[in-house]
């Protein structure tokens, strides 16, 4: 039953992903996508803020611009779309490298 449910949260979140993020991942593979993904629910879960998540990003795409738009992108879909709310680590992982595949 679970697997049924994290199935469907990731469908829904891939359908809504196809139109959010126009991908150029810079030196990112879509693997790396889906990790980053991942590791921001975790972060979320975790209890770090938005402001926390984006200032990270900031810091660790200093001189990635292109990095910097995709991840920052992720880390507001994450904590702002009403899609994402129930996201898991591993639907996240799944949802961002699929559309991120789907769109190269």
Same mark, same amino acid.
């Given at each position: 039953?679970?697997?049924?449910? #994290?199935? $469907?949260? =990731? /469908?829904? !979140?891939?359908?809504?992903?196809? %139109?959010?993020? $126009?991908? *150029? ?7 790396? #996508?889906?990790?980053? +993904?991942? /590791? ?14 984006? $200032?990270?990003?900031?810091?660790? =795409?200093? *001189?990635?611009? %292109? ?6 992108? #992720?880390?507001?879909? #994450?904590?702002? +779309? ?9 639907? /996240?992982?799944? $949802?961002? !490298? /699929? *559309? ?5």
């Amino acid at each position: 039953m679970k697997h049924h449910y #994290i199935f $469907a949260v =990731t /469908a829904g !979140a891939v359908c809504l992903l196809h %139109t959010a993020l $126009a991908y *150029d991942t810079g030196s990112m593979s879509c693997t790396d #996508i889906g990790e980053f +993904a991942a /590791a921001t629910v975790v972060g979320k879960e975790n209890g770090a803020t938005l402001k926390e998540a984006l $200032a990270k990003v900031t810091e660790r =795409t200093k *001189d990635y611009p %292109t990095e910097r738009k995709v991840l920052t992108s #992720i880390v507001r879909q #994450i904590y702002t +779309a009403p899609w994402a709310k129930k996201l898991s680590e591993e639907g /996240a992982r799944m $949802a961002f !490298a /699929a *559309d991120c595949q789907a769109q190269r």
